[in-house]
């Protein structure tokens, strides 16, 4: 069974930083490409990031380019995001998911070609 756990969410004041994390089991993990997706109140899921196999690319969506950073440890089978400079704006329930699409540039930012998705942790950007 998969499971794509994230953690390290929480309640934090514009400007601070949080480092999410999804320890991946039930997967080959460095077989995957993994993606971040958020999903605010009353809005559609987002994509916000992702990162290749191999971590040789990354893709970020435009809000969240120079702010956030996306990385892999494929011997601990662990998907990191770290937010810097948050925004109330980033308040939202975020989501670690994987694909195995053969073509990253082309669909890593569509949350339809993703096979498995986690639970979701809730990070609050207070202003």
């Known amino acids: 069974q998969v499971q794509l756990p994230e953690s390290g969410g929480g309640l934090v004041q514009a400007g601070d930083s949080l480092r999410l994390s999804c320890a991946a089991s039930?997967?080959?993990?460095?077989?995957?490409?993994m993606g971040w997706f958020r999903q605010a109140p009353g809005k559609e899921r987002e994509f916000v990031s992702a990162?290749?196999?191999?971590?040789?690319?990354?893709n970020y969506a435009d809000s969240v380019k120079g702010r956030f950073t996306i990385s892999r440890d494929n011997a601990k089978n662990t998907l990191y995001l770290q937010l810097n400079s948050l925004k109330a704006e980033d308040t939202a329930v975020y989501y670690c998911?994987?694909?195995?699409?053969?073509?990253?540039?082309?669909?890593?930012?569509?949350?339809?070609?993703?096979?498995?998705w986690g639970q979701g942790t809730q990070v609050t950007v207070s202003s």
């Open positions: 039930g997967l080959t993990f460095r077989n995957y490409h």
């Open positions: 998911a994987a694909t195995r699409v053969v073509s990253f540039q082309t669909y890593s930012a569509l949350s339809d070609y993703y096979n498995y």
């Open positions: 990162i290749t196999r191999s971590a040789t690319a990354t």
